[in-house]
């Protein structure tokens, strides 16, 4: 490795560099590659991370199979005749309850929440991260530490008052209904996500903007916004993947019509009536897993960061 | 302004009045959902609200009843199981792994990638993908029997003594790369010279380990805990999809049976009950870990 280095620097004088690194000891001790230690390393790391990918293995090869190979073979052997029909019928045809249309109505659905809810929930978490971190107001504490705790408290206990008081103001049952929810279930973490981030921006920064006469909307629309932008996609990943991943909210606070995508495929999978399809059931799931798949292999790194911060929530 | 004007201090109400503005939509999240909701759920559990909520008070009635339900037995024996062994084993499998990701090794992007990838799907696909797997008649057990052990059984989903294994089976695998990634970073913020003066001293690595490291990490620990903890209570998505309770109910967890009794079976007081113990056994596991992560963190420094 250094010795390339060495080399692409000393462009010309690429000769009189070898000759330095060969006749003076440097770097680190060379390690044999195959000692039993790596074996048993690489070994150990190499049989869980088959554990890890199976599941997804036999889930792409399901899927790729006719019914009648599934009933005669065995679940990992590959596919000895690739048909796409599976993919077609989960997303088109297959059926939940009395409707015929697949998987796509879920998955407009879970469009039509993930996107609002998103946008929505940061926008407000955000400015009342901003107002937690830099104009804290008497009581402001108090009203912070209710919402951290209760990140911890089980959904369950809170369900029903809230459809109580969706009810109420008539939007139980729409999207609309849902996508409150979420915002609401997403508060806690996000603002505690846009607090410790806007409070660890130089103070200096806010009190200069203060003096030149800026507002509390200027400060945060001029200043604090072009800053966060890594603070707000982390915030994306850490909702999209949390909100399409739902299931809960999305059977409690929708009608079978607003079904998101995750409700219509426990229905499709695990319907009791008709022969079971696994080949379709199985294209089904990974259709569902799809988009927070490619936000997870899209955003890497900030994918840990998201998740590392939002993991109270989960 | 007009307030420090007219008396000459400035006004409590006003000072600061577009951060309060900015802060409704939380105030009113924290006190009237998380705050007034609890309590509201709390005080209806003591009333014997069946179809619709009403407040006749019966005492502890509905906790009686509960307490006499199998189905709700079941449900705790089940989530003491589920929990007791998941937190040992992300604990364990999620700190083994990290530590074999902390030696330096190649690959150890793809290595992570392919760990954590099952954290970013839902339940529900967990759920089905291990229910694929493990069906008896395609899945792990006929390739182990195809391969000549005639007699292998391995169907835990259809074995009411055994389901739960099943289910945490799938949760280890949709939960430990979380776990992994958790105790990977507290191993990198643990200063180099510690793992130098135990090689320079001659202690091997495994007791560098077991006493020098993992004591160093014991915040690390106790926040991954907390947050396993907290995940185990509601569990609810993974069983719905996986068993969807059964066989029988043996599979059920009390986050399903507040939600069977509040949507399905119209019995408000019953869920209200259930869904307060719930609160209670989260109540146990945060307390204190609170207390020792804020409130007893003066003393400590």
Redesign the interface.
Known sequence: MSDTITLKNANGSGAAVIDKTLSEPHGAKPRRVISGRNIM??G??FV??T??????Y??VV?SLKGMPE?RLG???APPLEITFEPWVKAWATACTGLNCDGLSRGFWNSVRITVPSTIFSIA?AS??G???AN????G?DF??A??I??A???????????V??LRDIGIYGTLTGLILVH??FG?PIL?LLFRNYFASLPVELFKAARIDGA???QIFLRIMLPMSLPIFVVAMILQI?GI?????FG??FTRPEYYPM??Q??NI??SVQGVKE?NV??AA?IL??LV??V???VSGRL??RG??AG??K? | MTGHAKAGRPN?FL??L???I??I???L??????????I???V?SFTNSKLL?RLSFVGLDQYYRLWAAPRWIVSIENLAIYGIFSMIFSLVIGFV?AA??D?K?RFENT???????????????TG??????L?PE??IQ??VR?LGWTTFNFDPLYTPSIVIYGVLIAAL?QGT??VM??ML?GLRGIDEDIWKAARVDGIPMWKTYLFVVIPMMRPVFITTLV?IA??I??V??LV??QT?GGPGIASEV??KY??DY??QAQN?GQ??A???M??VT?AIV?IPW?YLEFGGGRNRV
Request: net charge positive.
């Open positions: 390393l690489y150990t790391l869980a991370a554990y890890y990918l199976l599941p997804l036999v889930m399901t599934i065995n679940i990992f407000v400015v009342n901003y107002a937690l104009w804290r107001f008497k402001a009203f912070f209710i919402l705790i209760g911890f408290i089980p959904y369950q206990v809170m369900i029903y008052p809230i109580i008081v915002c609401i508060m603002t507002g509390f909307w993947t399409w991943n739902d299931f809960l059977v409690v995750t409700v495929l426990n999978v695990n696994y059931n199985m799931t569902t897993g927070p798949l936000v997870y292999f994918f840990v998740i590392a993991a109270v989960g | 409590q000072r600061n577009n951060s309060k900015a802060s939509p939380m105030i999240t924290a006190v009237v959902i998380f705050l007034g909701g609890t509201w759920t709390v209806y909520p792994l074999l990701m030696q090794i290595f992570r990638t392919i760990f954590l990838y099952p954290f970013a799907l839902s339940f529900i696909v089905l993908v291990w229910q694929w797997l069906n395609f899945g006929s390739v195809s695998w790369g979380l990634c958790l970073a947050i907290s995940g209570v509601k609810y998505d719905v999809a969807s009390p986050a507040v939600y509040m949507f408000l869920g209200f259930a869904s307060t719930m609160l989260v945060v609170a």
